[in-house]
C-alpha cells in the first residue's frame, strides 16, 4: 500500500500567517492527490483534488502544488474558520490511503 | 441538495457482527462509486472500502479484507457495509461518501456525519 506521511503534525499559527504543510508519498501518485479540511464533531470537507485543482466555493487563499511524491497545500493568509485539521489523501491505487493529519492551532 | 445519511452504529461484543446502511439523495446514485470511510476516536482517517456504480468491482484495505463486505441497492438508493469478525481496533465513526462521478481517479466531494461503532465486552 501507498504511505502516506504529512508535516508537520501539529503547526501553531496566528490569523494572518502564511502556513504550508507537506504530504509525502511512498511512491509516485502522479497528481491523485486531494486535500480536506476536517473540523471537530464535523465530516470531513474537500478542499483541492489532483493535487493543485481548487474545489467549487473553496476560499482562494487555499491552493496546493505537487506531483509524483512530494505535495503542499499553503493557506496564504490564515483566517479564525481555518483552524482546524487537514489531511491529505492519495486516490491512484485502488487501496486508498490519508495522511496522519495535521492540526493547525491558534499560535 | 446532496445527502448522505448513516445508520446501523451500536455496541457490539467482539466477534459479532453488524450492517451499516448509508441512505443517499439529492443526486442520480447509481452515477456514482461509492465509498466507506472510517475514524476511530482522536485518530486519522482511514479508507475503508469503495464498490463501483454497478456494484461488479469492489475494493477493501488491507484492514478488513475478508470480514467486511461492501454491496448497494440501485432501486433504494442505499449503500451498506455488512462487518463480521469484529475487533476492538474497529471502534471508529463510519462515514459513507461520495466522489463526483463513477470511476475511482476521482476524490470524495461529499460526507455523511457517520454512525458510530463501538466494539467492546
Known amino acids: 500500500d501507498i504511505q502516506m506521511t504529512q508535516s508537520p503534525s501539529t503547526l501553531s499559527a496566528s490569523v494572518g500567517d502564511r502556513v504550508t504543510i507537506t504530504c509525502r508519498a511512498s511512491q509516485s501518485i502522479s497528481s491523485w492527490l486531494a486535500w480536506y479540511q476536517q473540523k471537530p464533531g464535523k465530516a470531513p470537507k474537500l478542499l483541492i483534488y489532483k493535487a493543485s485543482s481548487l474545489e467549487s466555493g473553496v476560499p482562494l487563499r487555499f491552493s496546493g502544488s505537487g506531483s509524483g511524491t512530494e505535495f503542499t497545500l499553503t493557506i496564504s493568509s490564515l483566517q479564525p474558520d481555518d483552524f482546524a485539521t487537514y489531511y491529505c489523501q492519495q486516490y491512484n491505487s485502488y487501496s486508498w490511503t490519508f495522511g496522519q493529519g495535521t492540526k493547525v492551532e491558534i499560535k | 441538495e446532496v445527502q448522505l445519511v448513516e445508520s446501523g452504529g451500536v455496541v457490539v461484543q467482539p466477534g459479532g457482527s453488524l450492517r451499516l446502511s448509508c441512505a443517499a439523495s439529492?443526486?442520480?446514485?447509481?452515477?456514482?462509486?461509492m465509498h466507506w470511510v472510517r475514524q476511530a476516536p482522536g485518530k486519522a482517517l482511514e479508507w475503508v472500502s469503495l464498490?463501483?456504480?454497478?456494484?461488479?468491482?469492489?475494493y477493501y484495505a488491507d484492514s478488513v479484507k475478508g470480514r467486511f463486505t461492501i454491496s448497494r441497492d440501485n432501486s433504494k438508493n442505499s449503500l451498506y457495509l455488512q462487518m463480521n469478525s469484529l475487533r476492538t481496533e474497529d471502534t471508529a465513526l463510519y462515514y459513507c461518501?461520495?466522489?463526483?462521478?463513477?470511476?475511482?481517479?476521482?476524490?470524495?466531494?461529499?460526507w455523511g456525519q457517520g454512525t458510530l461503532v463501538t466494539v467492546s465486552s
Open positions: 439529492g443526486f442520480t446514485f447509481d452515477d456514482h462509486t
Open positions: 464498490i463501483s456504480w454497478d456494484a461488479l468491482d469492489t
Open positions: 461518501a461520495k466522489p463526483p462521478g463513477d470511476g475511482y481517479d476521482w476524490p470524495l466531494d461529499y
